[in-house]
């Protein structure tokens, strides 16, 4: 079954067949493949019982969070950064951080995505970055890594740089990285949180965003406190704010909008931004759920995301595809809501605009570049597959990716790594994320959490 998602979200070719040559698809039909593309071919994948789809975007997460999942669950975000994040990361060396994003590419393309938007925004090395740009390229994932920073109060100061050194090293990173508008592994701007970043500091990313062809990549109105703090600060809510210092416009990611009221939604849709959702996270840290449809209404692009391992705790795209569809029909109390359609739309057309690649991944179609994944459907919690759409959104997980092709190249085959050892992977990174937390004397086994029952007991 090959769904090539190309501009729509009907056409299932059943037979179909996909024929890549070097990085790029040169064929896509329906039934058998023609016996002279058969005869030219160096290698037949047989797809019999799989569903055969566009490598998926994951267009937001923080992958140096893949040694610190699990520490703080149960916190809101601005609880859960003190307790878990922020000490964490201030006792990761530049070796962890190459680790733990190797760990977390890794887990993005053996759950089905092939394209993942990064941002790290730890600078306590200078070369944290290259670490995860070197870890990026070792997976063989495609990567937009998006240089995180904060340059102001009250984000917490250990993590804070000034505005010359974000633009030096984003520039250096840029100019080593960006050497071509498709390569596999490229930079862009990542000012954390509009409370965290200077107002002439985003004006001038934004120039040169535009200057140097790159996005810019924010979190914006994740939780109603983040919106109090800007409406306490500015007299505005963020997305207000960004629109009058003048820097909304298309090359800016919003990541999360969960507090979005309707004008700010319009103004975003008249600037072209785009908008990334993480419904997963946003249940998560209980930020709220936000009107994913009326971003639809009108019109603003949205790509799907599972955030950090530290607030998911996993990096499952077809995890994020079901609670995206299941979350607007709780919302509204329409089952009609999204439809699997719509929500393969936002992550591929949505994704493929977030990666600044339009056009080139997403879909399966000649001239797109090869990234492709094989979906094993014959599992007795997907067969018997009736509408391939509707199995990939609702009953597909990470753990049916069988096949993953990025860039042409077979990066996992019947679910082994082709290019990577896994179980050393995985040993190396629970070895190196315990002498970590040894290291800065951190007991992670913390006293058992107070449940919602031990709670009650204590009020009554
Ligand atoms: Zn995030």
Not at 97 to 113: H, P, R
Not at 163 to 184: A, F, I, Y
Not at 212 to 220: N, P
Request: proline share 6%.
């Amino acid at each position: 079954m090959v769904l090539p998602c190309d501009g729509e979200y009907r056409t299932v070719h059943r037979p179909g067949y996909v024929f890549i040559r070097g990085e790029r698809i040169e064929a896509v039909g329906a039934g058998p493949a023609p016996e002279g593309l058969r005869a030219g071919a160096d290698e037949i994948i047989n797809a019999a019982g799989k569903i055969v789809a566009p490598g998926f975007v994951n267009a937001h997460t923080h992958l140096f969070q893949t040694f610190l999942r699990g520490l703080a669950d149960d916190k809101p975000l601005l609880e859960w950064l003190e307790a878990a994040i922020w000490p964490g990361a201030l006792v990761m060396k530049e070796e962890d951080f190459y680790l733990a994003a190797l760990l977390g590419f890794v887990e993005n393309l053996k759950c089905g995505a092939t394209s993942v938007l990064d941002q790290d925004y730890v600078q306590t090395s200078p070369h944290n970055a290259d670490a995860i740009a070197e870890a990026a390229a070792r997976s063989g994932a495609r990567a937009f890594l998006a240089r995180g920073f904060a340059d102001r109060d009250p984000y917490h100061p250990a993590f804070q740089e000034t505005p010359e050194r974000v633009l030096r090293e984003t520039e250096r990173l840029v100019k080593k990285w960006n050497t071509g508008p498709e390569s596999m592994v490229r930079f862009e701007f990542g000012p954390l949180i509009p409370w965290g970043c200077r107002q002439d500091t985003l004006q001038t990313i934004d120039r040169l965003a535009h200057e140097w062809d790159i996005g810019v990549h924010i979190h914006l109105s994740e939780t109603r406190a983040e919106v109090q703090m800007s409406m306490d600060e500015t007299g505005m809510t963020p997305a207000r704010w960004l629109h009058h210092i003048g820097v909304l416009n298309d090359r800016w990611q919003l990541v999360h909008g969960v507090w979005l009221d309707d004008e700010e939604m319009d103004l975003i849709a008249s600037a072209g931004a785009l908008i990334i959702h993480c419904p997963v996270s946003n249940m998560y840290l209980a930020s709220g759920n936000p009107a994913v449809t009326e971003w639809r209404r009108r019109g603003i692009p949205t790509a799907l995301a599972t955030d950090g391992p530290g607030s998911n705790n996993s990096q499952d795209m077809l995890e994020v595809l079901k609670f995206t569809a299941c979350l607007q029909k709780l919302r509204t109390l329409d089952a009609m809501a999204l439809f699997p359609e719509d929500v393969l739309d936002m992550a591929y057309a949505g994704g493929a605009r977030a990666m600044f690649l339009d056009g080139k991944i997403g879909r399966l179609a000649p001239g797109a570049l090869a990234d492709v994944i094989l979906v094993d459907a014959m599992r007795p919690h997907i067969a018997p597959v009736h509408v391939p759409q509707s199995a990939l959104v609702y009953n597909a997980n990470g753990n049916d990716v069988d096949t993953v092709i990025v860039a042409g190249k077979v990066l996992m085959r019947e679910g082994r790594l082709t290019h990577l050892d896994e179980r050393r992977l995985v040993e190396d990174c629970q070895r190196a994320a315990e002498a970590m937390f040894a290291r800065a004397g951190i007991q992670v086994n913390g006293p058992p959490r107070t449940t919602l029952l031990s709670r009650s007991r204590t009020a009554s």
